[in-house]
């Protein structure tokens, strides 16, 4: 389990997160939202120890993060938005380089995935495109067998069928009972993937649910008026789609991105909802 207990942090004087605390319990994909600069890659970063919190505490499974034990090491991968690639690298050699450092590493899950990708293997990467280039290194990042993964903007610059195979990949990781966590702003790729769902703010963490929870709370409604109780309005053809608070213990069907936006322009209402 991955632990964040009464965490600041800063870069100098500009405060990023103030007394946070979040648990990352094995055998979900976390979905990370926020807006820009709310630290969503600074969290991430944070968790595999590669940022050390002013004050509070990071493990994983028990192990303090900034210590960077190889214990820990071996048990977590992070693939960022941008990663700097040799021209004349390919995915094999790349994973080659990196696979000594994870016992959990497989071969096979390597060259299975990056079939189920469409990329060669041995292709250089100076000759792929940058979506390929993001397959590749999603593909390596699975492959090592971790139990967490943390997974920073991942995709970016694929295409529609390829966003279908991510998906794919992931559910069926998940079914493994690794740890996933995506920080993403297309929260459409990810939508029917992720579960819970953290949304960070400055400084705070406004949401921390689990989908059955948010859809007990909040009833994302679509009919023909906007609602004067609604959280969050947006016309839509045919209507508008309104966030209210469920109070007759509705079903209805989870929007993350009426849902992100009721969140930010409801925050005391959303700890009040969500206490």
């Known amino acids: 389990m991955i632990e964040i207990k009464n965490l600041d942090f800063s870069y100098k004087k500009t405060p990023v997160f103030n007394n946070i605390n979040l648990s990352f319990p094995q055998g979900a994909i976390y979905g990370l939202l926020g807006e820009n600069g709310v630290g969503k890659t600074t969290l991430l970063k944070i968790i595999c120890g590669l940022q050390r919190p002013v004050s509070g505490s990071c493990t994983v499974d ?21 990663v700097t690639l040799p021209d004349n690298a390919t995915p094999q050699k790349y994973v080659d380089e990196l696979s000594p450092f994870y016992p959990t590493f497989s071969q096979g899950t390597f060259l299975h995935l990056m079939q189920e990708l469409e ?3 041995d292709r250089k990467f100076r000759e792929m495109s ?23 903007e991942p995709t970016n610059g694929l295409d529609i069928p390829s966003k ?16 996933i966590i995506i920080s993403t702003h297309q929260v459409k790729d990810v ?10 703010s400055h400084n705070a963490v406004l949401l921390d649910a689990s989908v059955q929870k948010i859809t007990e709370k909040l009833c994302f409604e679509y009919g023909g008026e906007e609602r004067p109780d609604a959280l969050y309005s947006e016309l839509m053809p045919g209507g508008y789609m309104n966030v209210v608070p469920n109070q007759s213990g509705e079903e209805s069907q989870l929007n993350i991105e009426a849902l992100f936006n009721a969140v930010l322009r409801n925050k005391e209402k959303i700890k009040e909802l969500f206490a």
Do not use: C, W
């Open 62 to 82: 028990g192990m303090t993060s900034h210590d960077r034990l190889p214990a820990m090491l071996q048990r977590i991968v992070f693939l960022p938005d941008e």
């Open 119 to 121: 990329v060669e293997p």
């Open 130 to 152: 940058f979506g390929q280039q993001k397959k590749s290194l999603i593909a390596a990042s699975l492959s090592l067998g971790t139990d967490y993964v943390l997974l920073d």
């Open 164 to 179: 279908a195979q991510f998906r794919s990949i992931l559910s069926k990781i998940a079914d493994e009972g690794k740890t």
């Open 191 to 200: 939508e029917n993937l992720i579960d819970p769902i953290v949304i960070l």
